[in-house]
């Protein structure tokens, strides 16, 4: 009797389709379930949601286009300053401050990624890590605009849910959960987007074969510059709804190099360079710790996440996320196919080739037989030519 699995599915077919929506489904129902937990829970996952938002931002730049980043912490608090500044100091409408907040990440990920036009690798690691160390310093500086060292503190009457919602401020941990989770879809739907575009590929020749992707017309300055912008701004992003969540900000406290080092485990743990690995990192980092504190009353609580971290690593190196395809695929295989191509205007036809003039008085047969005729007469002057010399011959 012979075995059935793999099951093999098309890519963009009927069945395919269906799958993609049924797993969309699964997750919209886990996220209806999970906002009727109470605050408490509902501010952790708020928190893990937005450590997803993060690591996805972070894995454009580390998993698809290979540019190692320690310092998105910096990221995460510029973008949670910018917020906590419009708003407290400014009045702004949280939920408005996304926009300014997402353009200047993006231009200060510009900045950042002009490093790695010449540098790779842990170079490009040490500057950013600079970045990140530095953030904190550079924000107690400035205590007048940011707080310095006392933090940022905006009134809970600025950021309470809009009267639209429908929701109390005795609720008002749903709204900020739902900001969260909704933030987390987009970019979700805008990463595996991107990643499957022709920019995505451009992006993944760039991490595996830079002289490659260059000698097939890859530009590696802007590809390198705009992914690690694009990826400052996603995390940014996630600061953003940090502030508004938390409001009260300190860079001491939230926004130093910890939590790069959170986000990169995070990345490692889910999967990287893959859809869904910075949901279940971003899950991971947060409540793995949590479960673990308990133990020894928190004493070896960091113990505990290094040895199932080190584990985890030696199990399945690909992540959790890796780990579930390739079981997976002992039961299920998706088909890949090549991209539709557009269709092709037709060529236009040739135009007729126009007839030969006639001699008057003759037929058009009788030109085209003394045409062949002549064609098929030897030159006179080759004979000649080719023709030994009575003279000479003997």
Same mark, same amino acid.
């Given at each position: 009797?012979t075995?059935?699995l793999?099951v093999?599915?098309?890519?963009?077919?009927?069945?395919h389709?269906?799958?993609?929506?049924g797993?969309?489904?699964v997750?919209?129902g886990?996220?209806v379930y999970a906002s009727?937990?109470n605050q408490?829970?509902l501010g952790q996952l708020?928190?893990?949601?937005?450590y997803a938002t993060?690591?996805a931002?972070?894995?454009?730049?580390?998993?698809y286009?290979?540019?190692?980043s320690?310092?998105?912490s910096a990221?995460?608090g510029?973008?949670?300053y910018?917020?906590?500044?419009?708003?407290?100091?400014?009045?702004?409408?949280?939920?408005?401050t996304?926009?300014?907040a997402a353009?200047?990440?993006?231009?200060?990920g510009l900045?950042?990624?002009l490093?790695?036009?010449?540098?790779?690798?842990i170079?490009l690691?040490?500057?950013?890590l600079?970045?990140?160390?530095?953030?904190p310093e550079?924000?107690?500086?400035?205590p007048?605009?940011?707080?310095?060292?006392?933090?940022?503190?905006?009134?809970?009457?600025q950021?309470?849910?809009?009267h639209?919602?429908?929701?109390?401020?005795?609720?008002?941990?749903?709204?900020?959960?739902?900001?969260?989770a909704?933030? =987390?879809?987009?970019?979700?739907?805008?990463? +595996?987007t991107l990643?499957?575009?022709?920019? $995505? %590929?451009?992006m993944?020749? *760039? @991490?595996?074969?830079e002289?490659a992707a260059a000698?097939?017309?890859?530009?590696?300055?802007?590809t390198?510059?705009?992914?690690?912008?694009?990826s400052?701004a996603?995390?940014?992003?996630?600061?953003?709804?940090?502030?508004?969540?938390?409001?009260?900000?300190?860079?001491?406290?939230s926004?130093t190099?910890?939590?790069?080092?959170?986000?990169i485990?995070g990345?490692?743990?889910?999967?990287?360079?893959?859809?869904?690995?910075?949901v279940?990192?971003?899950?991971a980092v947060?409540?793995?710790?949590?479960?673990?504190q308990n133990?020894?009353q928190?004493?070896?609580?960091? =113990?505990?996440?290094?040895?199932?971290l080190? +584990?985890?690593?030696?199990?399945?190196p690909? $992540? %959790?996320?890796?780990?579930? *395809? @390739?079981?997976?695929?002992?039961?299920l295989?998706?088909d890949?196919?090549p991209?539709?191509r557009?269709?092709?205007?037709?060529?236009?036809?040739?135009?007729a080739?126009?007839?030969?003039p006639?001699?008057?008085g003759?037929?058009?047969?009788?030109?085209d037989?003394?045409?062949?005729?002549?064609?098929a007469?030897p030159?006179?002057?080759?004979?000649?030519?080719?023709s030994?010399?009575?003279?000479?011959?003997?």
């Amino acid at each position: 009797m012979t075995s059935t699995l793999p099951v093999l599915i098309r890519e963009r077919s009927a069945a395919h389709r269906g799958l993609q929506i049924g797993g969309i489904a699964v997750l919209t129902g886990l996220a209806v379930y999970a906002s009727t937990l109470n605050q408490f829970r509902l501010g952790q996952l708020t928190i893990a949601l937005l450590y997803a938002t993060a690591i996805a931002g972070l894995n454009l730049a580390t998993g698809y286009t290979g540019q190692l980043s320690i310092g998105h912490s910096a990221f995460f608090g510029l973008g949670a300053y910018t917020t906590g500044i419009l708003v407290a100091s400014h009045n702004w409408n949280p939920l408005l401050t996304l926009i300014p907040a997402a353009v200047l990440c993006f231009a200060v990920g510009l900045v950042v990624g002009l490093p790695s036009l010449r540098i790779r690798g842990i170079n490009l690691a040490l500057v950013t890590l600079a970045l990140g160390v530095a953030f904190p310093e550079l924000i107690d500086r400035f205590p007048g605009l940011t707080g310095g060292q006392i933090g940022l503190n905006i009134s809970i009457f600025q950021l309470l849910p809009p009267h639209w919602t429908g929701i109390s401020i005795a609720d008002r941990g749903v709204y900020y959960y739902w900001l969260a989770a909704f933030l =987390l879809g987009i970019v979700l739907v805008l990463c +595996a987007t991107l990643t499957r575009s022709r920019a $995505g %590929l451009a992006m993944k020749a *760039t @991490r595996d074969r830079e002289v490659a992707a260059a000698a097939m017309g890859v530009n590696l300055a802007w590809t390198k510059m705009a992914v690690f912008g694009l990826s400052g701004a996603i995390t940014g992003l996630a600061g953003c709804i940090f502030a508004i969540y938390l409001g009260s900000l300190s860079a001491d406290a939230s926004f130093t190099l910890t939590l790069s080092i959170v986000l990169i485990t995070g990345l490692v743990i889910g999967g990287v360079a893959t859809t869904l690995g910075p949901v279940i990192g971003g899950l991971a980092v947060y409540f793995v710790p949590y479960w673990t504190q308990n133990i020894r009353q928190g004493e070896a609580s960091e =113990l505990i996440f290094g040895v199932i971290l080190i +584990a985890l690593m030696f199990v399945m190196p690909e $992540g %959790l996320v890796g780990l579930i *395809t @390739r079981l997976s695929r002992r039961i299920l295989r998706i088909d890949p196919q090549p991209p539709d191509r557009p269709d092709r205007p037709a060529r236009p036809a040739r135009p007729a080739r126009p007839a030969r003039p006639t001699r008057p008085g003759s037929r058009p047969d009788d030109i085209d037989a003394a045409h062949a005729d002549e064609g098929a007469k030897p030159d006179s002057r080759k004979t000649r030519l080719s023709s030994p010399d009575p003279g000479t011959a003997g």
